[in-house]
């Protein structure tokens, strides 16, 4: 099997990169595809209280071992399976189990710090920013915050405007200069998905 088609999903949170992938899946459906999500390597925080983890900000480069997910890609290149961590989004750290993935034709790896780390970028075939309007991220991390993360209003909206926000701006949005391709709001964007769709299957 020869080495894995590697594409790179960022954008700031609630962008809608997770519609992006979903739509990359569907037109890759004959190619053997993997999809895997930065933030599961969230480091593990099961030395310090809740109280401690709940201060910590996850949307800084420093917490993300995205060292190991290098290691991992570099392991998938070589057509080797990998243990990779699984994290629990409620308790804020890693669960004690892991999960075997295999290698694919097809890797998608998603997260909005992607494009912040050169060797993980300098690794991506394929780099693609969702570039979306901040008042339609902001509600829709709201939403998924509360509805999928076990999280407050209250809690949510802080965490935006302390960290969120100010890392967007440092970190997320310059990363948009390395991209090969950007999708405008989304995936709502028929016009741009289908360019980005017909690219894909030239280059997978």
Request: hydrophobic share 35%; charged share 30%.
């Amino acid at each position: 099997m020869s080495k894995p088609f590697f594409i790179g999903v960022t954008g700031g949170s609630g962008s809608g990169k997770t519609t992006v992938v979903a739509n990359l899946t569907k037109v890759l459906k004959n190619h053997s595809v993997l999809c895997i999500s930065h933030d599961d390597y969230y480091r593990d925080q099961d030395h310090l209280p809740m109280s401690e983890r709940e201060k910590t900000n996850y949307d800084h480069p420093d917490s993300l071992e995205t060292d190991l997910l290098v290691k991992h890609l570099k392991e998938l290149a070589k057509n080797q399976s990998v243990q990779k961590p699984t994290y629990d989004f409620s308790h804020h750290t890693r669960l004690k189990t892991t999960e075997n993935i295999t290698p694919a034709k097809v890797v998608i790896i998603e997260g909005i710090l992607l494009f912040e780390n050169k060797e993980l970028r300098d690794m991506l075939d394929l780099k693609v920013f969702v570039d979306t309007d901040p008042d339609i991220r902001v509600l829709r991390r709201i939403e998924r915050d509360i509805k999928e993360r076990g999280r407050t209003f209250e809690f949510t909206v802080d965490q935006y405007k302390k960290f969120t926000r100010p890392m967007h701006l440092e970190f997320v949005e310059p990363s948009k200069r390395y991209a090969d391709i950007i999708v405008p709001e989304g995936g709502h964007n028929n016009v741009a998905l289908d360019l980005l769709l017909a690219r894909v299957k030239e280059l997978a």
